[in-house]
């Protein structure tokens, strides 16, 4: 396919500041497309179980992978069997077609999983385009599950077309009331024993460059703080990073080492409270995540951050909640993640409060999105950077240098909440 006009980006040495592997700047027009924040009203009422399950999911996923070469049958087994799980509350999701002509399909923007699939809401239209590889395909979420058949197909995402892209058919699907199915944009290699055939299916991401379609295997992610149930009020770009979305350095590090973070888009990080520098979470591995959307932290960091804040746990929510007294005197958290540390504001750290009904709470109360991971440091992914944080922050996986990037946005001190 040929390259895209030059419209849109140079990345340069002012704008960029590399901690790992510098990125080539990008000759062609990266692709963007528009994302959309919504809240599924038909999803569980407790956002803290959602991604419990949802992290409970992704550590066995990982170990499941690394046992055994063909993880497949566990995952269509979940699937076809029924077994109980917790739909997703929040949720980004883009337009994608699928075919040609296309059928457009609302789909979850997921950094945690790489397989694209698509038939839990609206069925796929088989084209001209369309081929059976003949391949079982089955994968689990926490949030939800999937079985099905492994198709190629072209698939549309904004101005960009992917010719062969691999797309799993659901024949089975729970969890995913409301949505058509996910883009994975993660790691490709979590892809891999998912299909009966065995091997890894490229992500959207990786076919496009391959392709020539776009100059780097990247992908931009903007996401907004909103106070709105469904708004489209995000961006992904693939192929490089929009330069109007953050302020000051985006700033580059590697994917961390250290197992099982390192099996997804994970980093290091240590988290202060406060300006004292309370210790909450001492330097350690874990994940950004699109797919999940609080900020979760293992149980012995979480009841550091509880002390400090004076909070209490909310049996409704199953979050932490403050008072008016204690949020006027709530500090900020700092995220010291490589070399540089990230400020995220008292305001950042509430939710929402005009959505507090939403998620089953008091219209009154003031609830934090920090919450517990469900264990303790020490297992290899200790926490959960959602999409709370990264609202807050420019995002990039960069997958061909096996680095994540952040910068500051107009958002991050915004008061919103």
Do not use: C
């Amino acid at each position: 396919m040929a390259r895209l006009s030059a419209l849109l980006l140079a990345l340069t040495a002012a704008a960029v500041s590399v901690s790992a592997k510098p990125i080539v700047t990008v000759r062609d027009a990266p692709v963007t497309l528009a994302i959309a924040r919504r809240f599924n009203t038909t999803g569980v009422a407790n956002l803290l179980k959602a991604d419990q399950a949802r992290a409970t999911v992704l550590k066995a996923r990982s170990q499941a992978s690394a046992a055994s070469a063909n993880v497949l049958d566990a995952a269509a087994a979940a699937a076809d069997v029924g077994v109980p799980v917790t739909n997703g509350a929040v949720v980004y999701t883009a337009s994608v077609g699928v075919g040609s002509p296309a059928t457009s399909y609302d789909l979850i923007i997921d950094t945690g999983s790489s397989n694209t699939w698509i038939g839990a809401g609206k069925s796929y239209v088989k084209t001209s385009t369309s081929v059976d590889t003949g391949s079982r395909v089955a994968v689990t979420y926490g949030s939800g599950s999937f079985s099905g058949e492994e198709y190629t197909d072209t698939v549309t995402i904004g101005s960009l077309v992917i010719e062969k892209q691999g797309v799993g058919v659901a024949s089975r699907s729970s969890g995913f009331s409301g949505y058509d199915g996910i883009l994975g944009i993660g790691p490709v290699d979590l892809t891999d024993g998912t299909t009966s055939s065995g091997g890894e299916i490229p992500t959207v991401v990786n076919a496009a460059f391959a392709a020539g379609s776009i100059d780097a295997n990247l992908i931009g992610i903007s996401f907004e703080p909103t106070t709105s149930l469904s708004v489209t009020n995000g961006e992904l770009m693939f192929g490089g990073v929009d330069t109007t979305k953050y302020t000051g350095a985006l700033t580059y590090v590697p994917i961390t080492s250290t197992y099982p973070a390192s099996a997804y888009v994970g980093i290091d990080q240590s988290i202060t409270y406060g300006s004292s520098g309370t210790n909450i979470l001492s330097s350690t591995a874990g994940i950004t995540d699109t797919g999940t959307t609080l900020i979760l932290l293992a149980s012995d960091a979480l009841a550091r951050y509880q002390r400090a804040t004076g909070a209490v746990l909310d049996n409704n929510t199953g979050l932490l909640r403050i008072t008016t007294a204690q949020f006027a005197s709530l500090q900020s958290l700092f995220f010291h993640i490589g070399d540089t540390t990230y400020e995220f504001t008292p305001n950042a750290q509430i939710w929402p409060r005009s959505l507090n009904t939403a998620i089953g709470g008091s219209a009154s109360s003031i609830y934090l999105i920090t919450a517990d991971l469900g264990t303790n440091s020490g297992e290899g992914l200790d926490f959960i950077n959602g999409y709370t944080f990264l609202e807050r922050f420019y995002y990039v996986y960069d997958s061909a240098n096996s680095q994540v990037g952040f910068a500051t946005t107009s958002f991050t001190n915004a008061t919103t909440n």
